[in-house]
Structure formats: C-alpha cells, structure tokens
C-alpha cells in the first residue's frame, strides 16, 4: 500500500505536525514502507484468531466511586502560561 | 413532491457518579473553574486513566432497562481531535465494542406505539467549557466538566417526525431517571442530544444526506430545530439544491440551524484502542447482580395502575411521569385507603397543581404524603365536601399540620345532620316566598339559587347530596 503526498499532508494536518513541503515526499515513500509491513502481516490467516485490544491478557480493574482528589488548581495553574478567574486562557477559539 | 422525514438522535446522558469516569476528581455541578480538574483530567504527562465501577454499572443499568444485549467485553478507544477543552487532544471513548449493543424503546404519538430501535449506548468522558467572553480576546476553559461519566445513546433512523423524536427523548429521560442513572437535568446540561436529520422522497428505500443537528438541550428546542432543518433541505433539494453532510448549530434565539464549517474538517477522528485501558469485561454474574437493582420501568408500572387502580390510561401517565409522583400517589392510596380514582383526582388536580404554581419538586413540597392522605381520608368519609377540602388543602400548604386539626380549629366539618339542614332549608324558603312561587311556576333552574342559598347559611359545609335530597320534596310542595 502507498500513501501519496496528500494523504501524508492530510494526516500532519489532522495531527497538527508541521513538516517541510519538501520532506512531504520523503515521508510518503517512508509510512508506505511501514505499511507494506502491516500488509505483510495482514497476508497471515487469523480468521482463527480474536482480535486483541491489549497486548496484555487481562480485563480492566475498577475502581470505587469516590471523590479521592483535592483541589490543586493553584498548584496546576502556576505552569499554565496565562490565567485569570480560575480559567485557563488560551487562543481565541469560536465556532 | 411528498417527503418523508428520517431522524436518528444521539442522545447524551450524564451519569449520576460521584467521582469522574476515570479519575477521583468531583462530578459536582456549579463548582468554581477547575477546582474539579485533577490531574487525570487535564492529561498531564505520566498519569493513567482507571474505569469507575459505577459508571459500568449504571451503563450496564441501562442496557437491561432497554432489553439490550450486553457486551460481554467491550473496549475503550481514543477520539482525536483538537479543542482547548480537550486538554488529552483524545476523548476516551468506545467505538467498535461498546458496552450496550442493539436494544429498544417504544413510544407513543397520537395514541399509537412505535418501536424505536435503539442501536447501541457507550461510555465516554465529557470534555470541558470553553467561555468565549471578556477575556481580552482569548478564550476561557474550565475543565471541571472533563472526564465526567456520560453515556452516548444512539437510535437507529427509525423517527419519521420532530414529534416522535421528542417523544423518544421524553421516554428515554424518564427512563434514566426511573432507573436512577442519570438527574435529567435538561438546563445543567446533564441530558442532551444531537440529531442527525435528512429527508427523502416518500417510497424512496435509500436515505437521504444527512446533516448533524447539534445543541439541543430542551424538548420544545429539539421540535423546532428539527423542523426548521426539515424545511431546509426539502426547501434546498426542490430549489435545485443539495444537502451536504455537515455538522449544524441550532441557535434558538433566531430559531435556525447555521453550518459549522469547522467541524467538517476533523471529522477524520482516527479511533484506536486506547493502550491505557484494558477491555472491560460484564460476566453473567454481575449482569444478574445488576438486573436485581433494576426497579419497576415506567411503562410496567402505568400498566398496574391501570390494573391496579382501575386509572384511566391519561391518569396513569400523569401519575408515572416521575417515580416519585407514582410513589406518592401509592403512599397516599395505602394510607387513605380512599377509592384510588380520588386519589388519582387530587394527586394530579390540586397538589400537583400546587406544586406547578409554586414551581417546586415533589420532593420540595410542604406536604408529604402523610399529611396529604389525611385530607383525602376526610373527603372520602365526607368530613369535608371537595370544596371546602380545597380550603384545607390551602392551609395545609400554607401552615403545615393535619388535616383533622384544621377542620376541627376553622370548624370546616360537613353538615350532615338532616335536620340541621331541613331547618336551614325550611328558613329559607320561609325568606324567599317569591322565588318559590316562580319556582313551582315552572323555573325549576332556580333549584340552584335555593342550593346555593343553603350553602350560603352554613358557608359551604352542607353536605350537597344531602341539601338536595331534602330541598326537591320541600320545594316541590
């Protein structure tokens, strides 16, 4: 399977990565590579085979309902680069 | 050209948890900004997420209460996208394998059930607020509402009108409140629901494009805004036009549905099991633990009212409309021991009236059901006519106590004594000769003036079936 130079300009879009126009080619030809890998494995027959989740053979573990955590706003908003009201201030950002 | 309607809603039901759905911050509504974001839900590097058993549970609730079918194992996958809101760029929730597959729900519209097909219900986190105001330009976000529990429910495009799709989002409100998972509260945002909406030509087996109805958070909003998307795309397709899937905002002060062009873009979410949680695994052992917890639904208990109580299917639904009310209203049988039917009358005539005046809930009222059957056992041994039991009503409301001490203190109790009542009527007619001569003259409509003379004179405590067994003889001559 080949990934062409919009699928790879799509995908750091999606991801919000920036890369150079001129490394677009370069990594469609490298995460081709990579699924040429997967479509290698994918020739196995695992019609056989439950579909994994988790590489470990476990279920997840619950916990209690209980409120366990205290206020640390002052302590986590002392790294938040700006602040005001309690609020975290980022970007404008409107729909 | 005739059009059908087809909509599927998505409905979003918050959990009634204490704690979140993966962290041990405070689901709490109305607490000031990010007092209630831990580090788990502000995603700070090196933490992990660990599944509530309460959120399970009450999903798994649902499940039962819908006759769904309950995954056996189901797993948690990441959403990504960007949103300040959003601190993780992921919301943890289920895609391939959620927790509740395909169940159902039947409503009622215009006096016919319908079964609507409910597709599946999965667990998710919620994510934060973002505030658009007086921030310099810049945008506030309050995380307290991340990582609370919610359970998406998705029908199947089985709603063919904005009536039926309020009338399955009334059924399933009622039912997550029934069934305790979920406080129902439309304006904290606590239930909410997006509907996906498109029209096709009538006979037309393939569906139409849909466009994506979002921020519908009343039941009136829900019928308009779907409505008014209705009238859009018929409006569009017959002027040429073409619906486009996309993602709309309903603005109910202009009562119109705009495109959100922002959200086409990530629509492309990349789903993947996330690594930090493991599948989530629902034996038989706790479906039957759970099934155990799972009290009368309330299309099971209209039906015993009706049968029970011999209640007229109207009556039924008023009184089931809330467990509470019902419960109320069964309190208030069994400690009157009064003719259900009057029961049911002043159950959903004067007290719920009073509490709709005062605009409170049931469990706010000043009169429990104690106090309240008290009132009814006196109208029903003909202590007090309906009437002045109305008066007692009112001063119970108001002053609290019991009834049979109000009647006795304001003296409200029934004339019932014949011959009290025989000299009241004999004084009467003695008092007005002229109207008893036009009344055996042939207006007999003046029998009510004579009633109401008597009423009168003992301010309203003869007992009515009384005055007018002795006053017709009398008048008759």
Known sequence: ?95 | MEWEVVIGLEIHAQLATKSKIFSGASTAYGAAPNRQACAVDLGLPGVLPVLNKEAVRMAVKFGLAIDAEIAPRSVFARKNYFYPDLPKGYQISQFELPVVGIGHIDIEVDGKVKRIGVTRAHLEEDAGKSLHEDFHGQTGVDLNRAGTPLLEIVSEPDLRSAKEAVAYMKKLHELVRYIDICDGNMAEGSFRCDANVSVRPKGQEEYGTRAEVKNLNSFRFIEKAINHEVERQIDLIETGGKVVQETRLYDANKDETRSMRSKEEANDYRYFPDPDLLPLEVDEALKAAIRKTLPELPDEKRQRFIDEYNLSAYDAAILTATKELAGFYEQVVKASGADPKLCSNWVTGEFSGALNKAGIELSDSPINAEQFSGLIKRISDETVSGKIAKQVFELLWEEGGDADSIIEAKGLKQITDSGAIEAIIDQIIADNQGQVEQYRGGKTKLMGFFVGQVMKQTQGKANPGEVNKLLKPKLDG
């Open chain 1, 1 to 95: 399977m080949s990934l062409e130079v919009e699928d790879v300009t799509k995908i750091a879009r999606l991801a919000r990565l920036e890369i150079k126009s001129g490394d677009v080619e370069h990594y469609a030809s490298e995460l081709s590579g990579i699924l040429d890998f997967v479509d290698r494995l994918n020739a196995a027959d695992t019609s056989a085979v439950t579909p994994m989740a988790h590489p470990l053979e476990q279920v997840q573990r619950l916990r209690e309902d209980e409120v366990t955590e205290t206020n640390q706003r002052e302590l986590f908003q002392s790294i938040a680069p700006e602040v005001e009201d309690g609020l975290y201030l980022v970007p404008k950002v409107i729909e």
